[in-house]
């Protein structure tokens, strides 16, 4: 099964809540008006987009049914699939990846997929031809490292680790000399997630940061956030505390295979103004791939 049938696959519970009845609203009502737009309004906030999300693109929807003429449910249908489209797809979503080596420090509260994303990224790069090298700087929670050590044997990338409550910079030494060494050409840092204390992690990544400024001055850098979306705008509100400790540079949305609220990747996108880099719809090392925009709309309509 490709990505593309993974993808509406794993979006099926975002379809069978929200498209759904989007498609009934568009087949029932024989006139595009005031009551139609409000509904469709109202579809859009069910399926975790967003009230202001929703609010601003029902009025560009409005604007383009009165600047076109339309008056087909089809075509108000495609209208608005565009708008979606154009709504989170206006950039390039890819890594920055320019430099030999790269870093990609990749942050997230436990329980998220932190750990398997790290993997799946590193299985990713490798796939596309690059050498990948895992940093294990999430040094205090019980088995983070043995689970990152299972997951880099399973995308057969090497991995750099210290005893459980190393300093995380250190270990982001030892790894940043390994790959100068190595001639490898990404770095992914596996970082704590512990929210709860800002200050600590917020010293943490500085370290981390002021090691590679140090050691690798120049190289191109990533960090990404993970996000789980059956949290839905609980992971915005997450995203938000994380955006005021760290440059994130990308979202990492993962599961959204086990949930309805597929909508909050126009949320991200708008509130945050964070793109989504990379998705997940399932537990497999090729289930996480590169976020592309249309592909992700037309599964949902598919």
């Known amino acids: 099964m490709g990505f593309f049938e993974k993808l509406k696959q794993g979006l099926s519970k975002t379809k069978e809540n929200v498209v759904k009845q989007m498609d009934n609203l568009f087949k029932s009502f024989v006139k595009i008006d005031e009551d139609f ?20 693109m029902i009025d560009e929807l409005r604007q383009k049914i009165k600047d076109e003429k339309l008056e087909e449910s089809e075509q108000v249908k495609q209208a608005l699939i565009q708008i979606l489209i154009d709504n989170i797809g206006c950039e390039d979503n890819s890594l920055k990846l320019e430099t030999k080596p790269s870093t990609v420090l990749v942050i997230g509260v436990n329980g998220v997929g932190k750990t398997t994303s790290i993997a799946k990224i590193a299985h990713y790069l490798k796939q596309s031809g690059k050498k990948v090298q895992l940093a294990a700087a999430d040094t205090f929670r019980a088995a983070a490292i043995e689970q990152l050590e299972v997951w880099a044997e399973r995308a057969g990338v090497g991995l750099i680790k210290q005893n459980e409550g190393s300093d995380p910079a250190a270990v982001v030494y030892d790894a940043i000399s390994s790959v100068k060494h190595n001639n490898t050409d990404v770095l992914v840092v596996d970082t704590a997630g512990r929210l709860h204390n800002k200050k600590n992690l917020m010293d943490e990544l500085n370290k981390i940061t002021r090691v590679i400024d140090r050691e690798l001055p120049d190289c191109s850098r990533e960090i990404l956030l993970v996000l789980d979306a059956t949290t839905g705008q609980n992971a915005i509100i997450q995203a938000k505390e994380f955006k005021n400790i760290a440059d994130i540079t990308g979202i990492v949305l993962t599961k959204l295979d086990g949930t309805a609220k597929g909508g909050m990747v126009f949320s991200i996108k708008n509130e945050l103004g964070i793109p989504v880099k990379y998705i997940g719809v399932g537990e497999k090392m090729e289930d996480l791939q590169p976020f592309d925009a249309e592909e992700f709309v037309k599964a949902l309509f598919d």
């Open 37 to 56: 737009l409000e509904e469709l309004e109202e579809l859009l906030i069910l399926g975790d987009v967003g009230a202001s999300v929703a609010f601003s």
